[in-house]
Structure formats: structure tokens, C-alpha cells
T-cell receptor
Framework: KQEVTQIPAALSVPEGENLVLNCSFT??????LQWFRQDPGKGLTSLLL?????REQTSGRLNASLDKSSGRSTLYIAASQPGDSATYLC??????????????FGRGTQLTVWP | NAGVTQTPKFRILKIGQSMTLQCTQD?????MYWYRQDPGMGLKLIYY???????DKGEVPNGYNVSRSTTEDFPLRLELAAPSQTSVYFC?????????????FGAGTRLSVL
């Protein structure tokens, strides 16, 4: 069964810092790895999707990398802003057997960026 | 463009009561999903549907039922509510389950069973 772990569980930083959020997964047979943002009382918004054959994806100040063989993904946030404050979730999409097509979520990293 | 709409946003149930959580999407997506998120935890898949008339169980289906009579709607039914079903419920949809497909989420239904 796929298990997804996110470290750290919470992070509080001053504005302007570059951040690293970590995600690990136990089954390397994945279709893709997605990063989501969740604001309090809201649903999830997809930020980046990395295919299993890709190494990284970039969108603005966000960059996500994937090392499938070691079961790791990293989300980099450059020049953080107070508006980045939210919970960031990673999800691995299963690529075989009973996990095929399903999303397996980590518990999230709760980020606070203070001015 | 409404996307995925869930109703109600909040609900309090007594133990043993039943209710239906509504979900509708206007993107003509084939795939729809129901997740629950317990405090401090990731989302877990309850049920999913690959198209009208077809549903299947996810990781945590016990205590829930679903139906998919149309492409747009995917209601989740709780029979005999229990305190363990206190959670936030999210509905999502996607065009397919392929590797490039992104799931779009509703804003959630916060349910308390007392």
C-alpha cells in the first residue's frame, strides 16, 4: 500500500525566505506526483503535477522536483510572501495493481509566512 | 464557471441520523471522487465513479453509499451516522484517471456527528 509522508508538519518563516517542503512515498511505481494548496475552509487547488518520467516542474516562484527511484519529491518556494500561507499537500497517483489511478495524500505542511 | 459545487457547507447530525452530501460538476468530467479529511490528516478516498452508472469503493467505504445517475452529480449518502464520521468531506472530478489528469476539488462539507 502507498504511504505518503510530508516533512515538516508546520513551518513559520519571515517574508522573503526561500522554502523547501519535502514529500516521500513508499511505492515508487507512481503515475505522477502532485502538489496542492489548501486554504482554511477551502478546497484543494492543484499547483504542480510532475509526470513519473519528469524530473521537475516550474510555475512562477514554485518549483517541484521528483526522484522516483528514491521515493521523494520537493517543493521549492522562492521569495516567500504572506499570501503563500496555507497548507501544502502532496499526493502520489498509484501506477499499478490496486493503487492504479488513485491519489494517496500526505498530511500536509502548514506554512505561515509573516511580514 | 462554477467547477465542483458541494452542499451543504456545514451540517450537524445526531448519532443514527442519515443524510446525503450533494456534489455536482459542470465540466463534463467522467471521473468523480469522494474523499474525507480528518483533522491533521491527509485525504482518504471513500468512493469514486468512472462514469454514469459505474461506482467503486476506495480506501474507506464503510458506512457510506454512492450513486451516479448522471455525469454531473455524485451524491454521497451516510446511513446511521456515527461519531467516527465526523470529518470534512471533499468531492472532486477529473476528465480521466490518466497520468496527466488533474482533479478539481469542491470547497468541502464540514460534518459533525454528535
Amino acid at each position: 500500500k502507498q504511504e505518503v509522508t510530508q516533512i515538516p508538519a508546520a513551518l513559520s518563516v519571515p517574508e522573503g525566505e526561500n522554502l523547501v517542503l519535502n514529500c516521500s512515498f513508499t511505492d515508487s511505481a507512481i503515475y505522477n506526483l502532485q502538489w496542492f494548496r489548501q486554504d482554511p475552509g477551502k478546497g484543494l487547488t492543484s499547483l504542480l503535477l510532475i509526470q513519473s518520467s519528469q524530473r521537475e516542474q516550474t510555475s512562477g516562484r514554485l518549483n517541484a522536483s521528483l526522484d522516483k527511484s528514491s521515493g521523494r519529491s520537493t517543493l521549492y518556494i522562492a521569495a516567500s510572501q504572506p499570501g503563500d500561507s496555507a497548507t501544502y499537500l502532496c499526493a502520489a497517483r498509484g501506477g499499478r495493481g490496486s493503487t492504479l489511478g488513485r491519489l494517496y495524500f500526505g498530511r500536509g505542511t502548514q506554512l505561515t509566512v509573516w511580514p | 464557471n462554477a467547477g465542483v459545487t458541494q452542499t451543504p457547507k456545514f451540517r450537524i447530525l445526531k448519532i443514527g441520523q442519515s443524510m446525503t452530501l450533494q456534489c455536482t460538476q459542470d465540466m463534463n468530467h467522467n471521473y468523480m471522487y469522494w474523499y474525507r479529511q480528518d483533522p491533521g490528516m491527509g485525504l482518504k478516498l471513500i468512493y469514486y465513479s468512472v462514469g454514469a452508472g459505474i461506482t467503486d469503493k476506495g480506501e474507506v467505504p464503510n458506512g457510506y453509499n454512492v450513486s451516479r445517475s448522471t455525469t454531473e452529480d455524485f451524491p454521497l449518502r451516510l446511513e446511521l451516522a456515527a461519531p467516527s464520521q465526523t470529518s470534512v468531506y471533499f468531492c472532486a472530478s477529473s476528465y480521466s484517471a490518466g497520468g496527466r489528469d488533474i482533479q478539481y476539488f469542491g470547497a468541502g462539507t464540514r460534518l459533525s456527528v454528535l
